[in-house]
């Protein structure tokens, strides 16, 4: 998979996913790719389940955070209405992961999503669709100044 432009640039904010001020969080870094965006991630001791697995909870997050970045990175900011994740296989901790994101339908006020977590031989650990509902203008504005550096 190719590396190209990163897609979330402004990462100084709390966000759990991608933000870089939170101590706890996953700080990705999402890129644009031939399959929409992705990010590489290697869970840690502090992101364990089961003994030696990633949590299913962190799995989530990830889907998640790659969706909406790519519903981003497709042009509009939109919260998450909907997702279901199906568990592929289990997620040693301490193995590089790639999480990837795509709008699979755009239906004005709803965009659809699918997520994949990947492990470094690109098999499909991992998969999600979410349902995103677009923010108002009003929101749209503040947060594109906000996570995005820019001004509507």
């Given at each position: 998979?190719?590396?190209?432009e990163r897609?979330?640039?402004?990462t100084?904010?709390?966000?759990?996913g991608?933000?870089?001020?939170?101590?706890?969080g996953?700080?990705?870094?999402?890129?644009?790719?031939?399959?929409?965006?992705?990010?590489?991630?290697?869970?840690?001791?502090?992101?364990?389940?089961?003994?030696?697995?990633?949590?299913?909870?962190?799995?989530?997050?990830?889907?998640?955070?790659?969706?909406?970045?790519?519903?981003?990175?497709?042009?509009?900011?939109?919260?998450?209405?909907?997702?279901?994740?199906?568990?592929r296989?289990?997620?040693?901790?301490?193995?590089?992961?790639?999480?990837v994101?795509?709008?699979e339908?755009?239906?004005?006020?709803?965009?659809?999503?699918?997520?994949?977590?990947?492990?470094?031989?690109?098999?499909?650990?991992?998969?999600?669709?979410?349902?995103?509902?677009?923010?108002?203008?009003?929101?749209?504005?503040e947060?594109?100044?906000?996570y995005?550096?820019?001004?509507?």
């Open positions: 998979m190719s590396q190209g897609v979330n640039t402004a100084d904010h709390g966000c759990f991608c933000g870089e001020q939170n101590a706890i996953l700080k990705l870094r999402f890129h644009r790719t031939d399959e929409g965006i992705a990010a590489s991630f290697t869970p840690a001791e502090q992101h364990e389940g089961y003994t030696h697995l990633t949590h299913g909870g962190i799995i989530a997050t990830l889907l998640d955070e790659a969706m909406s970045w790519a519903v981003i990175d497709a042009g509009t900011l939109a919260v998450t209405a909907r997702m279901e994740v199906e568990y296989r289990p997620v040693p901790i301490g193995q590089p992961l790639t999480v994101g795509r709008v339908r755009d239906r004005g006020r709803v965009v659809q999503a699918r997520g994949e977590l990947r492990a470094p031989d690109g098999e499909l650990l991992a998969a999600a669709h979410g349902r995103f509902m677009r923010v108002s203008p009003e929101q749209q504005a947060w594109s100044e906000r995005l550096g820019e001004r509507e």
